[in-house]
């Protein structure tokens, strides 16, 4: 187990509970297949001839036994196939991504271990490292590498509640829902590293935007003439 000295701040300045939502809610919306389908008055077996004459049977008037009103009509607002994906922008989600890890940083919920590597795969031991760190008190855990690992994803796949992910494939839904992260040092540092880019590039945007921004020019006043 090791130890690192990071602060919620370093990753995010503040963080916005209404930006984390609006990322959360995306991600959810693209986990929707949208596969459903019902049918319509047009798509349901029968005939469009009118029941009865209009007038003179004491019934109320009715027209094609497709009537959505009638059993075995159609739906009156039928269901369609549909695409319930869309995008936020890429900044936001970026910041989202370092809000939420943030957050956890602030709630006292990551775990920092200098590193992790099998060779092979052997989910005892990755059982017995998480019992170590105490991360197997919780229902949920996320591990977190600075890279892909296919000995070590092996290891943890079988675990029950344990999910492996390489850090540059994090996202806010991703790390808000598990109850524990368990973070390389390797991995938390590339994420502080990137997070230092992102603000100084930020910097750097708003200084030349002000350097470049031209001086209003003055008007000639106007002589009174007497």
């Known amino acids: ?27 959810e919306a693209n986990l929707r297949q949208g596969t459903f389908a019902t049918k319509s008055r047009a798509l349901v077996a029968g005939s469009t001839k009118k029941m009865y ?14 009537s959505g009103i009638r059993r075995g009509g159609g739906h009156i607002f039928a269901k369609k196939p549909r695409d319930f994906g ?17 957050a956890k940083i602030r709630d ?4 920092v271990i200098d590193d992790l590597k099998f060779s092979a795969p052997k989910t005892r031991d990755m059982a017995a490292i998480l019992k170590a760190v105490k991360c197997h008190e919780h ?7 600075a890279a892909h690992d296919a000995n070590l994803y092996k290891s ?13 494939e994090l996202n806010a839904l991703i790390v808000l829902k598990p109850r524990r992260l368990l973070f390389t040092k390797a991995a938390l540092e590339w994420v502080k590293e990137q997070a230092g880019k992102s603000s100084s590039d930020k910097s750097g945007a708003s ?13 000639p006043r106007k002589k009174k003439t007497s």
């Open 156 to 168: 943890v796949r079988n675990i029950e509640g344990v999910s492996l992910s390489p850090v540059a």
């Open 53 to 66: 004459r209009q007038k003179g049977t004491g019934n109320a008037r009715a027209g094609s036994r497709r």
């Open 207 to 219: 200084a030349e935007k002000s350097e470049g921004a031209k001086p209003a020019a003055k008007r």
């Open 139 to 145: 229902k949920t855990v996320l591990v977190a590498t």
């Open 1 to 27: 187990m090791g130890s690192m000295e990071i602060e919620p701040t370093d990753l995010a300045p503040r963080i916005n509970k209404q930006l984390l939502h609006d990322a959360v809610v995306m991600y």
């Open 108 to 111: 006292d919920q990551v775990t």
């Open 86 to 102: 869309y995008r936020l922008p890429r900044k936001a989600l970026q910041l989202a991504t370092r809000m939420a890890l943030a």
